[in-house]
């Protein structure tokens, strides 16, 4: 049974730093694109980064380029999400996926079911 875990989220005061972290199992992890999505309530979901099967190539949101990095450890089968000078519009449920490496689309193979973040001003 494939599975895709986020941990990380919480409550944080703007201008602060999270580590989110997308932890699979029962896939060959190092094979997937991982894409991480956010979903703020009240709107649709968005892409914010890819990384690619091997981690050297990533793609960002322009809204959050330069202040979040992706990166991945195909050892420890987990891809994380650095994000920093947090902002209250940053709030969202934050979801990975695993799939092909593709800039904004959300045709995905697998989902996390996500961790929120909370941004208070």
């Known amino acids: 049974q494939v599975q895709l875990v986020e941990s990380g989220g919480g409550l944080v005061q703007a201008g602060g730093s999270l580590r989110l972290s997308c932890a699979g199992s029962?896939?060959?992890?190092?094979?997937?694109?991982i894409t991480w999505f956010r979903q703020a309530p009240g709107k649709e979901r968005e892409f914010v980064a890819v990384?690619?099967?091997?981690?050297?190539?990533?793609d960002y949101a322009p809204s959050v380029k330069g202040r979040f990095t992706i990166s991945r450890d195909n050892a420890k089968n987990t891809v994380y999400l650095q994000i920093n000078s947090l902002k209250p519009e940053d709030t969202a449920v934050y979801s990975c996926?695993?799939?092909?490496?593709?800039?904004?689309?959300?045709?995905?193979?697998?989902w996390g079911k996500g961790t929120l973040v909370t941004v208070s001003s």
């Open positions: 029962g896939l060959t992890f190092s094979r997937y694109a």
């Open positions: 996926a695993a799939g092909r490496y593709v800039v904004g689309d959300d045709d995905m193979d697998y």
């Open positions: 990384i690619n099967w091997i981690g050297s190539r990533m």
